[in-house]
């Protein structure tokens, strides 16, 4: 805390500014960068112009980040989280990551969708029908939307 006093800073300025902070190193090496949607949620303005926003907590983020000018990776966990059981491959396929984004240039600036697995609900005895139904159901969703 000593620090963020004698610098006057409160912990979310101290957040901001060590995310901008590592984005401004990162891009003067020339790496592509990813923030989860929080720093968007928080200083989306503030961001580079290059950022790619990963939307990972609900619904409503990507279609925000696109009209910000930035691009976005789609893994709503209510939707394309693998390790949430009661999620069926059919409410996987339902899942459209172009929602409410209509207009064509903001679109394209949705790169793509990520399903994810954490390991707590799960093992090598039923690892194949956990993921795999849901994953490809998640893949076709995406496909279509691309191809329309």
């Known amino acids: ?7 006057h800073m409160n912990e979310s300025q101290a957040y901001q500014n060590f995310v901008l902070w590592a984005q401004n190193i990162a891009l003067s090496h020339g790496y ?3 923030n989860w949607e929080e720093t968007f949620n928080n200083f989306g303005n503030k961001l580079s112009r290059k950022t790619v926003v990963h939307n990972w907590l609900g619904g409503g ?18 939707k394309w989280y693998l390790d949430h ?7 996987f396929y339902m899942n459209e990551p172009l929602t409410n984004i209509i207009n ?4 394209k600036l949705v790169l793509g969708g990520e399903v994810c697995m954490w390991g707590e609900h ?5 690892i194949e029908q956990t993921i795999w139904p849901r994953a490809a159901a998640a893949a076709g969703t995406y496909f279509i939307s ?3």
């Not at 805390?1 to 610098?7: D, G, N, P, V």
């Not at 059981?85 to 409410?91: G, N």
């Open 85 to 91: 059981l009661d999620a069926t491959w059919q409410q």
């Open 32 to 34: 592509e960068i990813v």
């Open 104 to 107: 064509p240039n903001q679109q």
């Open 122 to 126: 799960i093992d090598g005895s039923d």
């Open 61 to 78: 983020v990507a279609e925000k980040v696109v009209a910000a000018g930035l691009r976005c990776i789609v893994s709503n966990q209510d």
């Open 146 to 148: 691309l191809s329309n």
């Open 1 to 7: 805390m000593y620090r963020l006093t004698k610098h």
